[in-house]
């Protein structure tokens, strides 16, 4: 089954940048898309941005359009979450997250379209 093993995360400041890793191992299925997924305390997980592994398509929520970054390295099955401009609502544990069906195609954004996900890394974002 494999595994993900995220890396990145920890303390920012408000306006401040971090980078999320996220590779992929021991898989052999198909991967069709890497995402990320972030869920603050009390509150429900959320969508952030996801990748197409083969043309590179992009998703974001729009909280987050114009400030993060989402690219992958197809050679390491890995994702990257470049974060920039960062705001105290960021803070959440961030989740990496694989696509190995192509049922994802029909709902980038939901969880559910997701197959694999990572142990999650904390992000705080100080104002």
């Known amino acids: 089954q494999g595994q993900l093993v995220e890396s990145g995360g920890g303390l920012a400041q408000a306006g401040g940048s971090l980078r999320l890793s996220c590779a992929a191992s021991?898989?052999?299925?198909?991967?069709?898309?890497m995402g990320w997924f972030r869920q603050a305390p009390g509150k429900e997980r959320e969508f952030v941005a996801t990748i197409t592994m083969d043309n590179g398509d992009t998703y974001y929520t729009d909280a987050v359009k114009g400030r993060f970054t989402i690219s992958r390295d197809n050679a390491e099955n890995a994702v990257y979450l470049q974060m920039n401009s960062l705001r105290p609502e960021d803070t959440a544990v961030y989740y990496c997250?694989?696509?190995?069906?192509?049922?994802?195609?029909?709902?980038?954004?939901?969880?559910?379209?997701?197959?694999?996900w990572g142990q999650g890394t904390q992000v705080t974002v100080s104002s």
């Open positions: 021991g898989r052999t299925s198909t991967t069709y898309a």
């Open positions: 997250a694989v696509a190995t069906h192509p049922y994802w195609y029909t709902a980038p954004r939901l969880g559910g379209s997701y197959d694999y």
